[in-house]
């Protein structure tokens, strides 16, 4: 279905369980709805809410960078929130859209009734990092309008955060690029502008005071999510921290066992 709020025409796609436990899920940078089909199989017993986010996938693309900020995407999504009646439910997200999970849960705590983050930070401490960040990610936005999608998704895909993808069967890796490649030149440039983590706010002083259950979820072999997630462990109040063998994007690599897990939260 197509929802427009606040101007911005968003695409979600739901399962028809109308009255079972309600699961929101946000993917990540240059993802889209369909990241978690092979996820949402495992959970025919839940309504399932699947969100592009802004500059992704289907949903609308503003010309206007300052649009994607994290502040407007959560009043975003809280209008989305409001408009399909959801009262509560269970969140998770997964990298940048683990970002944008926990900022909503700190911003919109009565919705969250547990949040389950997958390879996901609190966003970046330091404003000398910020600042630094900032300017890497405004040099890849550039280059993305300068030069294309493709040469771009040719150079995310060799990054060492997905070096373990290279492992999964060649159709599944095609899944992954195809829905890379349909995305938007503008969409995901201005996602970089907006809501990178150096554009975002800190919310690692917001742990602390999130009572909600917390799932942390990461893959053995992304040591530097690993390491995020045991420091937020420590300071959530009622948290876990969950490892599978696998990288960066575990619900791509291991869908049926990052599904258990989840499912297990839920019971």
């Known amino acids: 279905m197509e929802l427009t709020v606040r101007g911005v025409s968003y695409h979600i796609e739901m399962t028809e369980q109308d009255y079972a436990p309600v699961i929101v899920l946000l993917h990540g940078f240059t993802g889209s709805t369909d990241t978690w089909k092979r996820t949402v199989q495992h959970w025919p017993e839940y309504k399932v809410v699947v969100v ?15 649009r994607y900020s994290m502040e ?21 997200g997964y990298s940048m859209g683990g970002r944008t999970a926990l900022a909503y849960a ?3 705590p009565v919705r969250v009734q547990r949040l389950v983050l997958e390879s996901s930070s609190p966003g970046l401490r330091d404003e000398q990092a910020r600042r630094t960040r900032r300017e890497s990610d405004a040099a890849l ?18 990054i060492p955060l997905f070096e373990s993808q290279k492992s999964l069967p060649y159709a599944f890796q095609q899944e992954v690029r195809n829905e ?18 150096g554009s975002q706010s800190s919310y690692w002083d917001c742990l602390l005071g999130l009572d909600m259950p917390v799932m942390l979820v990461t893959g053995e072999l992304d040591p530097k999510f690993c390491a995020i997630a045991q420091e937020m462990n420590k300071r959530l109040p009622n948290a876990q921290h969950k490892l599978i063998y696998a990288g960066h994007a575990i619900h791509v690599e291991k869908p049926a ?4 897990m989840v499912k ?4």
């Not at 592009?52 to 206007?64: R, W, Y």
């Not at 408009?83 to 969140?91: D, E, G, K, M, R």
């Not at 936005?141 to 060799?158: C, H, L, M, Q, V």
């Open 106 to 108: 700190c911003e919109y």
């Open 141 to 158: 936005a550039y280059s993305i309008i300068e030069n294309g999608i493709e040469p771009f998704i040719d150079k995310w895909e060799r």
């Open 264 to 267: 297990e939260l839920l019971n």
């Open 180 to 197: 890379r490649l349909a995305q938007s030149t503008i969409g995901l440039a201005n996602s970089l502008l907006g809501m990178g983590s």
């Open 72 to 92: 407007q995407q959560l009043e975003d999504l809280e209008a989305i929130f409001e408009a399909l009646q959801l009262p509560q439910f269970t969140l998770l």
């Open 52 to 66: 592009d986010l802004i500059g992704h996938g289907k949903t609308e693309s503003p010309l206007d960078a300052s």
């Open 257 to 260: 066992e990052f599904a258990t």
